[in-house]
Each structure stands twice: as C-alpha cells, then as structure tokens.
C-alpha cells in the first residue's frame, strides 16, 4: 500500500508536491473500515484515494510520476541513453533535478524508496526501511559528476557474494542500482529487503490508464477461474447484456505462431527478447486474443482468447468477441481484478480517468462495491477522475478526497479536502462544481470568445 508520494521537477510539478494516504487522526471514527495499520506505527493508511482537477490540472501526471518510479525502479538502461526523465519546464531552466520519493508497505515493512535524476545519470538513491519514524538505512548511492556510482549498503552486508560485488561495482550510472540488481542477480541473491521492494513493484503496483487494458487478462482469467466466474457475473449485473465470459487457453505450433506475427517479432519471441523473469511474454494480437509463450527447457506457445456470451432472444448463447463490445464493457472488464480477491489481495491499483468510457452510475458502483468489500484486506486502489458523484461523504472521508490544480505559475499543487473546514453535513458535489474547492476549468474566457465569434459573423 501506498502511503505518500513526493515529486518535484516532473512534468507540470515544479516545486515538491505530496500525494499522502496517511489517514487523518482528525477523522478517527469516520469510515474506520476504509484504513489499515501502518507497520511499527501508531497511524495509519487509506485504502481508497480518489484526485480530482480539471482537464490538464496533472491528475494524470500523477500517475506518469508513478509509473516513471516503477520504470527506473525495474528497468534496465541502455548506456548513453540518458534518464528519460521528464522535467517542468515552465520554470526558464530544466537543469534542476528531479526528485522522486515514494513510502510504500512490502510483506509487512514500510519502506522508502527514492531517487533524484538529471538527464543524464541518477545522481542520488535510497532505500530504507521506517521503524517507528525512525529510518534504518538499507543502501544509499551516489553519482558524481563524472559519472563514478558509490553505493553505501549497510542493510545488505553479508548476504553474498554476488551481491557484494554489485554495491562494490554501483552499475550504470543512468541505471537505479534497484534495477542492475534486478537485471543482473537471481531473486535468491537478493535477500529479503530487495526481494520484497522488488516483489512489489513488479506484482503489487497495478497502473492502468484510460486506453490501457488490464496487461494480462486473458492469461489471468484463464489461470483464475473463479475471477472469470466473477467477472462474467458482475458485468451481468451491471447490465451490460453480458451473460458470462469465455476464456479459452490453446496451444499452437511454431508454425502457426509465424502465421498470426510478422518476421521480426517471431525472430523476438525466439530468441527470448521478450521474456520476463518467470521465462514468459505476452503479446497482444487484438482486444482479448492474445498468444502467451511459455519457455521451460523448449518453446511453448498458447493462443488465450477471450469472449463475451450473450443470450439471444430464443435463449441460445451467442459468443462475442472482445472488440465487438462497448468500450464502457471493455473498461469495466480490464478493472474486474482490482474487485475480486479483494480479502487476499495485497495490490495497489492506480487507475487513471476510471470515468472513461463509464457511466457515472457505474463508476459510483465501482467505488462502492471496493470499498464495501475491502473491509480488513490490504488492498488499495487510487484513481483519478472527474465523475463528481463520488463526492459524497457517505460513501467517502474528507482525507481520501484530493485535488490538483495548477497555480499561476503552471504549476501542479494538490492539496486535500481536509485542508478545508467543511460541515460533516455540507453537499461536497455541489460546492466542488461551483469552484469552492478550486480544481475546477476556469470558462469566463469562452464569454469573450463566444462574443468576439458573434461580432466578427
């Protein structure tokens, strides 16, 4: 679970902003259920965070933030290629560097991963466990200006050889030294601490953006049927015309897998460019086809294909593919593992405009179908939006509730509900839509031009 994320110098953030899921101490007694314990702490974190803004306020930068931390956290970078970062440049210089902080919890710990970046090289980089408010140093790295990597890991001593030697070398100095451990040792090489950080990132951080499907869902619901089973069954009560889904899981020939990709993504998937760390790549062919390709001594390739079943008037099934579904039913299907599971799942989902592509009764039911179910798992979904439905103190608490909105400069601030003094009683949604709150579009300018169009006509 995520419990704050700080960024400055990325794209519309300027100057340091933080987005935090602490829960307010101020709000004790108010949706109790919605929080869960912080480790070694007396606090604790949301389950829930909904951030609104206007259209190009940041909300989505928000989540690019995020996904830009897992990149450099997971990724292998290729020398002389620079960051990629992505700095503010509003401000007259994009010299200044960029500044990443993440508090986040792994298998029971809290942690603190994070990293300042200039184009050319991660000049600095922490991780650390949080005891208590006190923090236990697991490496700290730094890069000089000539490019030399100096790593301090007093929280890695004695856990091999291999790993010695890699805090001894630093590794590239565009590259974290978080990711040269994951693209150059084993997961026994680890140890715990880096086992669990990297753990995270790659299985327990979900982003899904708004035309962005679920990355593995048909090999997720044809591995999960009692997800499939739920899946079918909530798009079936939402209304979709959705009776139940289809999940089918075929294995294909070498030959019939050059049929269906071009050359050089064969030569690829061949070759094992492709592979992740468990030795498997997912290509994606069309929405809900999908080919999975296995590699455990020789080469196994599966065609996962997934279909929506519809009941036709004389009461026979009729299967559907995917792409000849609404894209609300579409949506809907990519964010279905964010619900089920929700008591053993120990996920964050950061979904991105989650009103895309819904209705706004949808989205509320959403909301509420999480958090009714959520109820004492450690589960967390953040996501960004505009549906105003959601402001609703019934259904959240004023500290899930945030806001971006860029100030005089461009900038990107957030800022959250709580920094408000408002009723327990007061209509959110209603105050929000007429500007109390700010995070809102500015229109008075479309009265000029709406009068200048007129007069030129």
């Not at 050059?258 to 592979?275: A, H, T």
């Not at 929506?308 to 004389?314: E, L, V």
Request: aromatic residues 8%; proline residues 3%; hydrophobic residues 35%.
């Amino acid at each position: 679970m995520i419990v704050s994320l700080s960024i400055s110098n990325f794209r519309s953030f300027h100057s340091e902003e933080t987005f935090s899921l602490a829960a307010s101490n101020r709000l004790a007694g108010t949706h109790d259920e919605h929080v869960a314990s912080i480790p070694h702490s007396d606090q604790n974190v949301l389950r829930i965070g909904v951030l609104y803004g206007a259209n190009g306020a940041g909300k989505s930068n928000l989540f690019k933030a995020l996904r830009y931390i897992k990149a450099v956290a997971l990724g292998r970078r290729e020398k002389g290629r620079g960051t990629a970062r992505e700095p503010f440049r509003l401000a007259g210089t994009t010299e200044e560097p960029s500044t990443f902080d993440l508090q986040f919890i792994a298998a029971e710990k809290l942690y603190r991963f994070g990293f300042k970046t200039d184009d050319q090289r991660i000049t600095e980089e922490w991780l650390a466990e949080v005891i208590g408010g006190r923090e236990k140093t697991i490496y700290e790295r730094i890069t000089n200006a000539d490019g030399q990597v100096t790593v301090e890991a007093p929280g890695l001593k004695g856990l091999g050889e291999k790993l010695t030697a890699l805090v001894t070398v630093g590794g590239p100095q565009n590259q974290s030294f978080l990711a040269t451990v994951n693209v150059t040792l084993n997961k026994m090489d680890y140890g715990d601490h880096l086992r669990s950080v990297l753990h995270w990132f790659k299985e327990g951080l979900e982003l899904i953006g708004p035309n962005v499907p679920f990355g593995q869902l048909g090999p997720y619901l044809a591995d999960n049927p009692d997800c499939l089973e739920f899946a079918g069954s909530f798009l079936k009560s939402v209304s979709t015309g959705v009776d139940h889904l289809q999940v089918s899981k075929k294995e294909i020939t070498e030959e019939e897998l050059r049929s269906l990709l071009p050359p050089d993504l064969v030569s690829r998937v061949l070759k094992g460019l492709l592979e992740d760390d468990e030795g498997s790549a997912l290509v994606r062919l069309t929405e809900g086809n999908e080919l999975l390709i296995e590699r455990s001594g020789e080469n196994h390739f599966y065609r996962i294909t997934v279909r929506a079943a519809h009941q036709s008037q004389t009461g026979t099934i009729v299967p559907f593919e995917l792409n000849e579904e609404s894209d609300g039913t579409k949506r809907l299907l990519n964010l279905m593992p964010a619900l089920h599971g929700l008591h053993s799942s120990t996920k964050v989902y950061f979904i991105d405009e989650i009103d895309r592509s819904l209705h706004p009764n949808l989205v509320w039911e959403f909301v509420n179908f999480y958090l009714k179910s959520c109820s004492g798992c450690q589960a967390q979904v953040i996501i960004t939006t505009h549906e105003s439905s959601l402001l609703d103190l019934d259904l959240l608490r004023r500290d899930e509730i945030w806001f971006a909105e860029k100030d005089s400069t461009s900038a990107t601030r957030l800022y959250s509900l709580t920094d408000f003094n408002v009723r327990k009683d007061l209509e959110i949604r209603k105050h929000y839509l007429k500007g109390r709150f700010g995070a809102v579009p500015f229109l008075g300018d479309l009265d000029r031009l709406l009068a200048e169009t007129v007069h030129t006509s």
